[in-house]
């Protein structure tokens, strides 16, 4: 099945130690978003690739990094994580359609806990 | 600017019982509409969508329709089940862009 896929599931790093998340997909989607949702809130967008093209939001820290080195693949770096990053990290897709069909397709998500 | 706004939860109902969640929304051009379903732990899966006024999507006994006129999208069952208890999530989009959730509302279905 084609899919969204985000290893690890569960990810404990320390303060101040970098950390990577990965995500792939097997969808073929141009479009690429990470977003960080912490307990009981609405899913908050990061940054996306729309192709290779990196699109931040005014509001994301410069501590948040991304890298999309091809179509299928995505990492996000946290580069000195805090105890506010703590947070469930999911990756979502999307394709440019015609039709204005532009739902995304969510992965499973990382739990990051940072100790 | 864009915006979503959900009825807030928790929503507890009884199995089989009639379910609505509320969604309102703002927006600056004509977006589609989604609502988005969470279990615990996992991502967020679509569960319905409609991309014009007056569509409806329809998914699992779940209905909402694009109105235009109360700029709404209510999310309704008509017989909720145990396993429908997760969080629900309304939210708008345009082409390849940002997406605008709305706070998301817990639904508990006891037996």
């Known amino acids: 099945d084609a899919m969204v896929i985000q290893n690890p599931r569960y990810q404990v790093t320390q303060f101040g130690k970098p950390v990577t998340l990965s995500c792939s997909q097997t969808l073929n989607h141009n479009v690429m978003y990470w977003y960080q949702q912490k307990s009981s809130q609405a899913p908050k967008l990061l940054f996306h690739y729309y192709d290779k093209d990196f699109n931040n939001e005014a509001d994301t820290p410069d501590n948040f990094q991304s890298r999309r080195p091809n179509t299928s693949f995505c990492f996000l770096d946290i580069r000195s994580p805090g105890l506010g990053d703590a947070a469930m990290y999911l990756c979502?897709?999307?394709?440019?359609?015609?039709?204005?069909?532009?739902?995304?397709?969510f992965g499973p998500g990382t739990r990051l806990t940072v100790l | 600017g864009d915006s979503v706004t959900q009825m807030e939860g928790p929503v507890t109902l009884s199995e089989e019982a009639f379910l609505t969640i509320n969604c309102t929304y703002t927006a600056t051009g004509y977006p589609s509409l989604f609502w988005y379903v969470q279990y615990p732990g996992e991502g967020l899966q679509l569960l319905l969508k409609a991309t014009k006024a007056d569509d409806k999507g329809s998914n699992k006994g779940f209905e909402a329709t694009y109105r235009k006129e109360t700029t709404s999208f209510h999310l309704e069952k008509g017989s909720v089940q145990v396993s429908d208890s997760a969080v629900y999530f309304c939210?708008?989009?345009?082409?390849?862009?940002?997406?605008?959730f709305g706070s998301g509302t817990k639904l508990n279905v006891k037996p």
């Open positions: 979502a897709t999307s394709r440019e359609t015609s039709g204005g069909e532009n739902e995304q397709f």
């Open positions: 939210a708008l989009g345009y082409n390849f862009n940002k997406f605008y």
